[in-house]
């Protein structure tokens, strides 16, 4: 009986056998009840599994199925592994075997081979092939319970956690065999790992490497294609830079294939190869502790969160002590030994052993410490039971200690990451730290505040010293972006360096290392940086401790980007209220989250935000980006947030939608002159297929002649001429024959113009005829504009619209200026303005002001021209006009300049030029440009 065995496999679809035969049981609840169990691997409170399995069932209903279900499964168990009691249900170990955890064991195992996680060597191959072997599909594939939602997405979240660990076992494994030479077998791999995620790239890449390292350049090449229609159809984007490098020397014969593996090479410590930077006023303050130490003995705390350098800090005041004749004694403690009993004591015992000899009259305290350390001799009869005996072997401890230590000079005890110390440690830690009164050392301990819950022991320990004073905190921060580039400049780096290495690390010193040994190590100076091996270990390491509920809402927050708040989180992750506090309170308190003054939260990290993003599977994603999009409109006002919606439609796979959507946020963002921010929308929407494009490559066509693209507006009005129904190309043609006005290209305007007025009728061809008038103007045939102004008026009047009567006074107005005749220009240009202001034409009032500050300033009223310039000019910079911005100061310059006001008029001019060099063809300064003086 007791040799018998439960074998669950769940890597696939679900198997369950005993002693290699099926396990009999013929319902779905009980093998999601043993995968549950069996992945959590944890007791389970009855309720929760109850609402898990049934959470659409009374409870008391759900309960009674639950010990149903259990009395089914413990008879087909014949009685063992499952363990029950009132309130507790767990699977036992003893016996039981599970291909998670041996897949798991086995990636472990490649880790003790000297090198880092996210590296390999020979001997990982042998473990990674195992691993890879027990792979048979997706988690539980196949299976699922049709009336749970809540274990589907437990499911479902269990399947994305291990989906990244089997691409991460496959990414390894393929770089193993490919160093190895088994290109065939690479290859093999390969294609397993990309079709567990098609979009990732670097699988991709990994696919094309072994085809080419093969010998088969041509499947090579092929790959390299399907990469990009995959990203483009998907992702709207290109491969990265590497990626097409590494295309383009397979097709040009420059690719050389992988080299045999290598032994490899030990890494230098990053924070060992760059300067100890901005840490000097924190270990001023750790050698003042340790100066100040008298009869009695001090704690100093160090804290800080994962890479912000407690451990390099700690070693720095361990050599400072060292340097001042001290003795010395430093442990670090790790997460795996957190339940091995005495385990950091035993370790600083030893290092006390060996730091000094025994006296030669063995000490009282020797035999107690044998219970620790049993080859110094028998340990005294009896357990540790007792106050009276823990407190005799606390003592012993802290005897051997102040033996090892002296105390002339004072001696240091540094535990790092204390936060991981196994509890019966702690209890010693406390004691000695609480009985420091005439002991002349100095322990320091370091730990972040993310890993400890409320009720740790270190809280209580860091509670009793604050109330008694007796500890010196110290609070470690982030670099600061001075911090930085002081680190780049002391590698002889250019300093310009710094600001992007701060963006990219956040200023956290053990990602800034790690990003300049990634920089030193492969020369990544330009485009996207890669996400060093160090950092991403460090944040997977973060991530993984998340619990279920933690990493449901996290996937969440990855989907919101940056800055959310908790009501659409809520939403988005499907949780309830107190679901989602608990969740975010374990983010926070882990550091993946920060919570900003206004309530709103962020990652901590983008690269985390980043790595939780990009390891959900694709379903998952469009879930979620739908989830988030329902939550953004259903909150009102849905064309404020258009943009945000559509950019969440899009991600989620609702094309048709989301086009319609940006299509919504480029008006309103018009409306609001936000020039830019609507281009990006109007383009948005083409690219997702909005069946109105016509009217958005004129929207385009409109916002790239503001911005003083016209090679690239005029590129839009044609394309929008082209695919526009036939009674908008008059409306199109008058936009073009604008546009060669701006240019300078008086003929080709007048051209396109006369067309759009074979089909234009009332205020538009009134305008159309004003913008006529002022092409025969620019081509200096004054009968021809002073007829046409005319007809212009004439047909403005006949249409009762005030914009096209304000541009027709604005035409007579400037024909009246060229002939000299200020007092009339003066008039039609007021009566313009005012007819402008009243339709709200704002556009119109600009070239209104303008030309009246010309005619003011002709008629010998600078103060009036120069005020009236400005307001312009304000009215232009708002529209985001920058040629007639341009103009508009280049006039304000000359006005300046003829009041005597030097200084301001070249700096008038000075932006003037800047502008016009921007405006033309592709930044090209030409000369008609600067004959816009009025329009």
């Not at 027990?134 to 589907?152: C, I, K, N, Q, T």
């Not at 691409?167 to 494994?173: I, Q, V, Y």
Request: charged residues 25%; hydrophobic residues 45%.
């Amino acid at each position: 009986m007791s040799s018998s065995r439960l074998s669950i496999a769940i890597l696939g679809p679900p198997v369950v056998e005993v002693d290699g035969r099926p396990l009999d049981v013929d319902t779905r609840k009980a093998t999601a009840l043993l995968a549950y169990l069996a992945i959590t691997g944890r007791p389970a409170r009855r309720d929760t599994l109850a609402s898990l399995l049934w959470p659409e069932t009374n409870p008391d209903r759900a309960r009674s199925a639950l010990r149903r279900t259990l009395s089914t499964l413990r008879s087909a168990l014949d009685g063992r592994w499952l363990e029950t009691d009132r309130d507790l249900v767990s699977l036992g170990k003893d016996g039981v075997s599970l291909d998670v955890a041996e897949f798991r064991g086995l990636l472990a195992g490649c880790t003790a081979h000297g090198h880092g996680s996210s590296e390999t060597c020979p001997r990982c191959l042998e473990p990674l092939l195992a691993a890879a072997a027990l792979h048979r599909g997706p988690f539980l594939a196949g299976f699922g319970l049709r009336d749970s939602v809540e274990f589907d997405d437990w499911e479902q979240l269990t399947a994305d956690e291990l989906r990244r660990e089997v691409s991460g076992a496959l990414d390894l494994l393929v770089d193993v065999l490919a160093a190895a030479g088994e290109h065939v077998q690479a290859i093999a791999v390969a294609r397993r790992r990309l079709a567990l995620d098609p979009l990732h790239e670097p699988a991709h890449h990994h696919l094309i490497r072994a085809y080419a390292s093969g010998g088969d350049r041509s499947a090579a090449l092929e790959q390299y294609r399907d990469c990009v229609r995959v990203l483009d159809r998907e992702l709207g984007v290109r491969p990265l830079d590497e990626t097409t490098a590494l295309y383009h020397a397979i097709a040009e014969g420059a690719f050389s294939p992988t080299p045999a593996a290598a032994v490899p090479v030990a890494r230098i410590d990053p924070e060992r190869a760059y300067g100890f930077v901005s840490r000097d006023r924190e270990l001023e303050t750790l050698t003042d502790a340790y100066r100040s130490i008298g009869p009695d003995g001090k704690l100093l705390v160090l804290v800080g969160e994962a890479g912000i350098g407690k451990t390099r800090l700690g070693e720095e005041l361990l050599s400072e002590v060292t340097a001042a004749g001290g003795t010395t004694l430093g442990v670090r403690c790790f997460q795996e030994e957190a339940e091995l009993a005495y385990g950091v004591v035993i370790e600083l015992v030893r290092s006390a052993l060996s730091a000094r000899a025994l006296p030669e009259e063995e000490p009282w305290w020797l035999s107690e410490v044998s219970r620790l350390i049993p080859e110094l001799g028998p340990a005294p009869a009896g357990a540790v039971d007792s106050v009276a005996a823990q407190a005799r072997f606390y003592e012993a401890i802290c005897e051997l200690l102040l033996h090892a230590l002296g105390t002339s000079p004072p001696g240091l005890v540094f535990m790092d990451d204390v936060h991981w110390a196994d509890e019966a440690s702690l209890g010693l830690l406390r004691y000695l730290v609480h009985r420091l009164h005439g002991r002349s050392l100095l322990v320091a301990v370091s730990w972040r505040p993310e890993e400890i819950p409320p009720k740790h022991p270190i809280r209580a320990l860091l509670a009793d010293t604050r109330r008694d004073r007796s500890a010196r905190i110290v609070t470690l921060g982030r670099l600061t972006p001075a911090d930085v580039a002081e680190l780049v400049g002391s590698t002889g780096r250019n300093g310009d360096l710094g600001a992007r290495l701060y963006r990219e690390s956040g200023g956290l010193p053990f990602f800034v290392v790690e990003y300049l040994d990634a920089l030193d190590r492969d020369g990544i100076e330009t485009a996207d940086w890669p996400v060093p091996g160090g950092v991403r270990d460090l944040l997977d390491a973060r991530l993984a401790t998340l619990g279920e509920l933690a990493a449901q809402v996290v996937a969440a927050a990855a989907v919101l980007g940056r800055s959310f708040d908790v009501d659409t989180m809520r939403e988005a992750s499907g949780r309830g209220d107190e679901e989602v506090v608990r969740a975010l309170e374990e983010l926070v308190t882990r550091g993946v989250l920060v919570e900003g003054a206004d309530g709103t939260l962020d990652f901590r990290h983008d690269q985390a935000r980043a790595l939780v993003y990009q390891e959900m599977t694709l379903a998952r994603r469009r879930l979620l980006h739908r989830r988030v999009a329902a939550a953004l409109g259903a909150r009102g006002r849905r064309e404020v947030r258009a943009a945000t919606i559509a950019h969440h439609l899009a991600l989620a796979g609702d094309d048709a939608e989301a086009a319609d959507l940006y299509r919504v946020a480029g008006d309103r963002a018009r409306t609001l002159y936000a020039n830019t921010e609507a281009l990006n929308h109007y383009r948005n929407a083409l690219a997702l297929g909005h069946p109105d494009s016509a009217a958005l490559h004129l929207g385009i066509g409109d916002l790239e002649t503001l911005a003083g693209d016209y090679r690239a507006a005029l590129a839009s009005y044609e394309t929008a001429a082209a695919v526009a129904a036939p009674d908008l190309a008059p409306g199109i043609e008058h936009r073009i024959g604008v546009l060669h006005l701006r240019r300078g290209e008086w003929e080709l305007a007048d051209a396109s113009l006369v067309i759009a007025l074979e089909g234009l009728q009332g205020e538009a061809a009134a305008r159309a005829m004003s913008d006529r008038s002022l092409a025969a103007h620019r081509r200096d045939r004054p009968d021809e504009a002073a007829r046409l102004a005319a007809s212009a008026l004439e047909l403005a009047e006949q249409a009762d619209d005030s914009r096209a009567r304000a541009q027709a006074r604005n035409i007579l107005g400037i024909l009246a200026a060229s002939r000299g005749d200020h007092e009339t220009a003066i008039a039609e240009l007021q009566a313009g303005l005012a007819l402008a202001e009243s339709a709200g034409d704002v556009g119109a009032q600009a070239a209104l002001l303008n030309n009246l500050a010309l005619a003011v300033a002709a008629a010998g009223d600078a103060t009036r021209a120069i005020e009236l310039t400005r307001a312009g000019l304000e009215l232009a910079a708002t529209l985001g006009d920058r040629h007639r911005e341009a103009a508009l100061r280049n006039n304000l310059a000359d006005l300046l300049h003829a009041a005597g006001q030097q200084d301001e008029a070249m700096a008038a001019l000075k932006t003037a030029v800047a502008i016009f060099a921007e405006v033309g063809e592709e930044g090209k300064l030409e000369p008609e440009i600067w004959k816009l003086s009025e329009w």
